[in-house]
C-alpha cells in the first residue's frame, strides 16, 4: 500500500516553512549575500548536497544526479511507489526540489500556477498564480521547469509570464513579460525554456530584435542587458554556463544558430549556424572547449570546438542522434538519448560515431541518469526502463509501466515530462498524476 494524495481543491498560505539551505551554507562560509545561486556556490567550490535537484536537468543541468548507492535492478514489478499525488494539472513541468519542498508548475482551468509539494508526503503547502493557461493541441499548460535559487523560486509560463516568488511562504517579489517588456513573441508551443539563475543574474530567452538573450537582476527583475546582436525567434531549448578558454558565458540553441554571449554584458563572442527545422528542444552540452548540439524533424547532432580567438571549428555534424526533446546525457565520453528512426543510441562524444542502438520494445522518451544508471521513459505507453550507462551496449535491470494514467492528456500528447532523481526518490509525471517511488538501496 502507498499514501494516495488527492487533493481536490488548491490552498494557499505556508504550512511550516524552508530555510535557504545554500544561502546559509554561503553565509556561513563566505559571508555573501544570500541570493547567490547554486550554480555559483558549485563554481567557487562550496559543497552542494547531492540530494537537491534546484533546476531543469539539476545542479549543473547535466541531467545527471549524484545520488549515490541507488537500486542496480528493480524488482519483477518495478520501485515501489512511495506516494502519488493527484492534482497536478495540465502541463509537462519536470520538479524542481530543494530543501524538502518540491515546485512544479501546473494549468487549472482558472489559469496557470507555481505550486509547492511537501517532498515527504506530496501534499500541497501553496500555490501562486502564473498567468493564463497557454494552450494548444499538444497539450493546455507550462512546459518548463522552475529554478530555486537564494530563497527564491522563478518561474516561466508558457505565455511568457516570468515571475519571481519567495520559496518559504510563495508571496510573489517580481514579475516580467518575456513579450511585454522584452520584445519577445511566443514561439509556437508556447515559451518551454527553464530560466537559468547565475549569482545575482536571471538568463532568460525572450527572442527577437530587442534582444534574444536577457539578463535580469534576480532581486528585482530589473533588466541588465539584452543581446542585442542575437534576433533569432525563441526557440525550446534551455541556456547553459559555460567556462571556454577562460571567458564566463552563456550557450543557447536557437533554431538555425548556435551562440555563446558572455555573462557580463550579453556580447557576441562566437556563433555557428545550425540547421533545425520546426522546433529545436534539447539542452546543449559543454565539455571543455567543445559544444555538442542535438535536434530532432531529421536534423541530428552537431559538436563544435572553440579555439582561443573564439573562431569554431566543426569536429562533426551528422544524423546519428536526432533528439527530439527527450534529452541527451553525456557520461565519460560517451551520450546517450534517444534518436528518432534509429532508437536508444549510445554515441562517441569525440567523434559523432555511433556505438550502439537499441529499440525493439522501449519507444521513444526521456532520459535521466543517477549513480551509473540510465533511466529510460516510453512518452507513448509510460514504460519506463533501467539500464547501465555503458557504451558496451543496452544492459537491462528492469523495467515497469506508469499505473495509473492520466485521462486528462490531450490525444496528440505523450508523456513527456523528464525523469527526475532526487534524495533516494524517482520522480515522473503524466499531467495530472505526480509520482515518487523509492529507487534507494535498502
Request: glycine share 12%.
Amino acid at each position: 500500500m502507498y499514501a494516495e494524495i488527492n487533493s481536490g481543491l488548491r490552498m494557499t498560505g505556508n504550512r511550516g516553512g524552508i530555510h535557504a539551505r545554500f544561502c546559509h551554507i554561503f553565509n556561513t562560509f563566505m559571508k555573501a549575500p544570500a541570493t547567490l545561486s547554486l550554480l555559483f556556490l558549485l563554481s567557487l567550490g562550496l559543497p552542494i548536497p547531492a540530494d537537491d535537484w534546484p533546476q531543469f536537468r539539476g545542479v549543473d543541468r547535466s541531467d545527471i544526479s549524484k545520488e549515490q548507492s541507488l537500486l542496480k535492478k528493480w524488482p519483477d514489478e518495478g520501485p515501489k511507489i512511495h506516494w502519488l499525488y493527484k492534482d497536478a494539472g495540465m502541463g509537462y513541468s519536470g520538479p524542481s526540489i530543494v530543501d524538502g519542498v518540491i515546485y512544479l508548475l501546473s494549468a487549472y482551468e482558472d489559469g496557470s500556477f507555481l505550486i509547492a509539494l511537501d517532498e515527504k508526503t506530496g501534499k500541497r503547502k501553496w500555490d501562486v498564480k502564473l498567468g493564463d493557461v497557454l494552450g494548444n493541441s499538444w497539450g493546455d499548460g507550462p512546459r518548463s521547469t522552475p529554478t530555486v535559487a537564494g530563497g527564491h523560486v522563478y518561474a516561466l509560463g508558457g505565455e511568457g509570464d516570468l515571475v519571481c516568488v519567495n520559496a518559504e511562504s510563495g508571496k510573489e517579489v517580481w514579475r516580467k513579460s518575456l513579450t511585454k517588456d522584452l520584445g519577445g513573441k511566443v514561439p509556437n508551443w508556447g515559451y518551454c525554456e527553464s530560466v537559468l539563475v547565475d549569482g545575482d543574474t536571471v538568463i532568460c530567452t525572450p527572442g527577437e530584435d530587442q534582444g534574444a538573450i536577457a539578463a535580469l537582476d534576480a532581486k528585482t527583475g530589473a533588466v541588465q542587458w539584452q543581446a542585442k546582436e542575437i534576433t533569432d525567434g525563441a526557440q525550446y531549448a534551455s541556456v547553459v554556463i559555460a567556462t571556454i578558454n577562460g571567458q564566463r558565458q552563456y550557450v543557447q540553441l536557437f533554431q538555425k544558430t548556435l551562440v555563446g554571449v558572455a555573462a557580463k554584458d550579453g556580447k557576441l563572442l562566437w556563433s555557428v549556424d545550425w540547421s533545425g527545422r520546426t522546433a529545436v528542444i534539447p539542452t546543449p552540452i559543454v565539455k571543455d572547449n567543445i559544444v555538442y548540439v542535438s535536434s530532432g524533424y531529421g536534423t541530428g547532432s552537431m559538436a563544435v570546438e572553440i579555439d582561443e580567438n573564439y573562431e569554431v571549428n566543426e569536429l562533426y555534424r551528422n544524423k546519428i542522434m536526432k533528439n527530439h526533446h527527450g534529452g541527451v546525457i553525456l557520461v565519460g565520453d560517451h551520450l546517450y538519448g534517444y534518436s528518432d528512426a534509429r532508437g536508444w543510441v549510445c554515441q562517441d562524444f569525440k567523434t559523432g560515431e555511433v556505438v550502439w542502438a537499441y529499440e525493439e520494445d522501449l519507444k521513444k522518451g526521456a532520459i535521466g541518469c543517477a549513480d551509473g544508471m540510465l533511466y529510460c521513459v516510453d512518452e507513448t505507453n509510460g514504460t519506463v526502463a533501467l539500464a547501465e550507462a555503458s557504451p558496451k551496449g543496452w544492459r537491462e535491470a528492469g523495467r515497469f509501466k506508469l499505473e495509473p494514467q492520466t485521462k486528462i492528456r490531450s490525444s496528440s500528447g505523450k508523456i513527456w515530462t523528464h525523469p527526475v532523481i532526487a534524495n533516494g526518490k524517482l520522480y515522473l509525471r503524466d499531467q495530472d498524476l505526480f509520482f515518487c517511488f523509492d529507487v534507494k538501496q535498502p
